[in-house]
T-cell receptor, first 114, second 116 residues
Framework: GENVEQHPSTLSVQEGDSAVIKCTYS??????FPWYKQELGKRPQLIID?????GEKKDQRIAVTLNKTAKHFSLHITETQPEDSAVYFC?????????????FGTGTQLKVEL | DVKVTQSSRYLVKRTGEKVFLECVQD?????MFWYRQDPGLGLRLIYF???????EKGDIPEGYSVSREKKERFSLILESASTNQTSMYLC???????????????FGPGTRLTVL
């Protein structure tokens, strides 16, 4: 089955700096890669996703890049703000007719310091 | 707005008890999932369901079973609770195979289960 590795497990940045979280996956058939954000005490929520036919996707201060050859994808947050502090999870999935089973990474605790 | 609810936020049970965790979604989603979340291990899939009365094992199904008698409700059952099942349990749901953002999973608030 799919295996997703995520690094680093913790990341501390100064407000205004950029943050990068990296994930690798094992199943070359995976074609959908979402990122979820979980604030303290809250439920995970989707913040951005990318499909394998796209190399990069941006949404305001966040972007995701995908390298299919190397089987890795990354989340980039620019101009970090205190409200970006949270746990971020990457995931991988092979979209089939039956729906989407996600395999998650182990999470990155991002702390944005003032 | 999509709403996914879980029957309890906190639950304390004793070893050997049978435990039921309930999840309900109100958006007519086809897919429903049960995860457990443990520090350093991320979200691990226990079971999922693509349709009523249908279930498939996830990555860590041992010690658990599920039931989906109605489309909106997905139950997780611990047949005989053990201390290593102490964890946060998260339910999620998503649309079927079509529609905008059909892959997005919407999570419930979680149930913190402690087995003594």
């Amino acid at each position: 089955g799919e295996n997703v590795e995520q690094h680093p497990s913790t990341l501390s940045v100064q407000e205004g700096d950029s943050a990068v979280i990296k994930c690798t996956y094992s199943d070359s058939a995976s074609n959908y890669f979402p990122w979820y954000k979980q604030e303290l005490g809250k439920r995970p929520q989707l913040i951005i996703d990318i499909r394998s036919n796209v190399g990069e996707k941006k949404d305001q201060r966040i972007a995701v890049t995908l390298n299919k050859t190397a089987k890795h994808f990354s989340l980039h947050i620019t101009e970090t703000q205190p409200e970006d502090s949270a746990v971020y999870f990457c995931a991988a999935s092979r979209i089939t007719g039956g729906g989407n089973k996600l395999t998650f990474g182990t999470g990155t605790q991002l702390k944005v310091e003032l | 707005d999509v709403k996914v609810t879980q029957s309890s936020r906190y639950l304390v049970k004793r070893t050997g008890e049978k435990v039921f965790l309930e999840c309900v979604q109100d958006m007519d989603h086809e897919n429903m999932f049960w995860y457990r979340q443990d520090p350093g291990l991320g979200l691990r899939l226990i079971y999922f369901s693509y349709d009523v009365k249908m279930k498939e094992k996830g990555d860590i199904p041992e010690g658990y079973s599920v039931s989906r008698e109605k489309k909106e409700r997905f139950s997780l059952i611990l047949e005989s609770a053990s201390t290593n099942q102490t964890s946060m349990y998260l339910c999620a749901s998503s649309y079927g195979t079509s529609g905008p953002k059909f892959n997005e999973q919407f999570f419930g608030p979680g149930t913190r289960l402690t087995v003594l």
